[in-house]
């Protein structure tokens, strides 16, 4: 498989960070750490789909996930995988880059659990596209929002879940949010 890796634009517009007026002492969570994290979780699950083994890209992870979210996620990078590799047996299908843009639209935190909202433009390019397969389109795209859930465990923030917006009757979900949890 072929692949190479595009950059990941990171873009901080509207990123306010409220704290809950609580007592409780937490550690500061500043919205540069929210976009490099959540960054790094988009770009392991767009990887995959760019023909990068899935053990590879959950070794890109960040550091800064809960056990349990960590595991889910690898799980999700095999299925993600899976799907990649039916969809690429078909001669003019599969893609070998992604781009990636990220916006992390705000941050709120509540004592020790914060809520992250992401939007994602991702633009997935086609392998087979090029002057040797005229009419093969170039790349697809999509724009999704997502919901980040955060937790304060052993003195430090990490990601806690990850679930994207899609639409309950708007069509299959983008390449990149195959999920183990609930078949999608």
Do not use: K
Request: hydrophobic share 40%; aromatic share 4%.
């Amino acid at each position: 498989m072929r692949w190479r890796e595009a950059g990941v634009v990171v873009v901080l517009t509207c990123a306010a960070v409220t704290r809950s007026s609580g007592a409780e002492a937490v550690p500061a969570l500043s919205s540069a750490e929210v976009a490099t994290w959540v960054s790094d979780y988009l770009r392991a699950r767009a990887d995959v789909v760019t023909g990068v083994d899935p053990g590879t890209a959950a070794a890109r992870l960040p550091v800064s996930m809960t056990g349990e979210f960590a595991a889910r996620t690898a799980t999700a990078l095999t299925v993600l995988d899976a799907a990649d590799e039916r969809y690429r047996t078909h001669p003019l299908a599969g893609h070998d880059v992604a781009d990636l843009d990220i916006t992390v639209e705000r941050t709120t935190v509540s004592g020790t659990s914060a809520h992250a909202v992401v939007a994602e433009r991702t633009m997935l390019h086609f392998t087979a596209a090029g002057e040797q397969n005229p009419g093969v389109p170039e790349a697809e795209g999509y724009s999704l929002v997502h919901d980040f859930e955060l937790a304060v465990v052993d003195g430090r923030w990490l990601l806690a879940d990850s679930r994207p917006r899609l639409a309950p009757s708007g069509g299959p979900p983008p390449p990149t949010q195959a999920d183990h949890r609930s078949g999608r």
